[in-house]
């Protein structure tokens, strides 16, 4: 299995940015992901996840402002961010559990002015 996370860059605050992840090496439709994000000093935590028939869950940090997204045909899934903040800085990985868990090389996210 294998995940390539990308879409992270430099955004202002209040500004948007849209994550993606592709997966390979798994039945994609079968399986749930996830995206994670860690900063700075912080332990990794859940952001948002969807199963594989696209229920969702947030963190309450996100909800309201995130939106997570799967393309079973392109074997892609999707993290859509706006409203960013500061607090939103973060190495942003994507997961799955397929016979053990996966996870991406992570993209880095920096909200600053």
């Known amino acids: 299995v294998q995940l390539q996370a990308s879409g992270g860059g430099l955004v202002q605050p209040g500004g948007s940015l849209r994550l993606s992840c592709k997966a390979s090496?798994?039945?994609?439709?079968?399986?749930?992901m996830a995206w994670y994000r860690q900063a700075p000093g912080k332990q990794r935590e859940l952001v948002a996840n969807?199963?594989?028939?696209?229920?969702?869950n947030y963190a309450d940090s996100v909800k309201g402002r995130f939106t997570i997204s799967r393309d079973n045909v392109r074997r892609l899934v999707h993290l859509q961010m706006s409203s960013l903040s500061p607090e939103d800085t973060a190495v942003y990985y994507c997961?799955?559990?397929?016979?053990?868990?996966?996870w991406g090389q992570g993209t880095l996210v920096t909200v600053s002015s």
């Open positions: 997961n799955t559990n397929w016979g053990r868990t996966f």
């Open positions: 969807i199963t594989n028939s696209g229920t969702t």
């Open positions: 090496g798994m039945v994609f439709s079968r399986s749930a």
